[in-house]
Antibody, heavy 117, light 107 residues
Framework: EVQLLESGGGLVQPGGSLRLACAASGFTFSSNGMGWVRQAPGKGLEWVSSISGSGDDTYYADSVKGRFTISRDNSKNTLYLQMNNLRAEDTAIYYC??????????WGQGALVTVSS | EIVLTQSPATLSLSPGERATLSCRASQSISSYLAWYQQKPGQAPRLLIYDASNRATGIPARFSGSGSGTDFTLTISSLEPEDFAVYYCQQGSNWPRTFGQGTKLEIK
């Protein structure tokens, strides 16, 4: 059974940093691209970032480029999202999702990130 | 950036009725389109990928069609659990983009 479990969410001040982690199990992690999708309160889904199975290729939405960094540790079956210089508009639930081809077959339960002073 | 426009924004129907949801892309995306269902407080769930392939465990009343710029998600006969928000997502170009969603509500 595929499982994706996010952690690391919380309250952070504007300009601060946070690192999300997504622990994956139930599939061959290193063979699968992964991604992050977020959802601001009461809003729709927004793709944030994706990474290839090897980690060699990364992609970002313009809204986070230069501030967020996606990475993975295939030895730990874990996906990360390092978020720096956070803004109020980054407040959202962040979902980890399996796949980077535009089809996310599995999603985590989400981690809430709140950026507020 | 490819813009996906979903219509209608809200669809009010009764159980047993047929639902037709639309997703239009600002340029051709071949068949690289997925549909997701999201219920309140839950993560999205994949329904359809590559425009017309049902994901694992998805009932046959859900079907997808289209290619190029125009796509449709059809629910043949609505069940009470189908009332939710539906999103499309394109996988043709970076950045990946989602439509704004269609809320399917009980009439």
């Amino acid at each position: 059974e595929v499982q994706l479990l996010e952690s690391g969410g919380g309250l952070v001040q504007p300009g601060g940093s946070l690192r999300l982690a997504c622990a994956a199990s139930g599939f061959t992690f290193s063979s699968n691209g992964m991604g992050w999708v977020r959802q601001a309160p009461g809003k729709g889904l927004e793709w944030v970032s994706s990474i290839s199975g090897s980690g060699d290729d990364t992609y970002y939405a313009d809204s986070v480029k230069g501030r967020f960094t996606i990475s993975r540790d295939n030895s730990k079956n874990t996906l990360y999202l390092q978020m720096n210089n956070l803004r109020a508009e980054d407040t959202a639930i962040y979902y980890c999702a399996k796949g980077n081809s535009g089809t996310h077959h599995y999603w985590g339960q989400g981690a809430l990130v709140t950026v507020s002073s | 950036e490819i813009v996906l426009t979903q219509s209608p924004a809200t669809l009010s129907l009764s159980p047993g009725e047929r639902a037709t949801l639309s997703c239009r892309a600002s340029q051709s995306i071949s068949s690289y389109l997925a549909w997701y269902q999201q219920k309140p407080g839950q993560a999205p769930r994949l329904l359809i990928y590559d425009a017309s392939n049902r994901a694992t465990g998805i009932p046959a009343r859900f079907s997808g069609s289209g290619s190029g710029t125009d796509f449709t998600l059809t629910i043949s006969s609505l069940e009470p659990e189908d009332f939710a928000v539906y999103y499309c997502q394109q996988g043709s170009n970076w950045p990946r983009t989602f439509g704004q969603g269609t809320k399917l509500e009980i009439k």
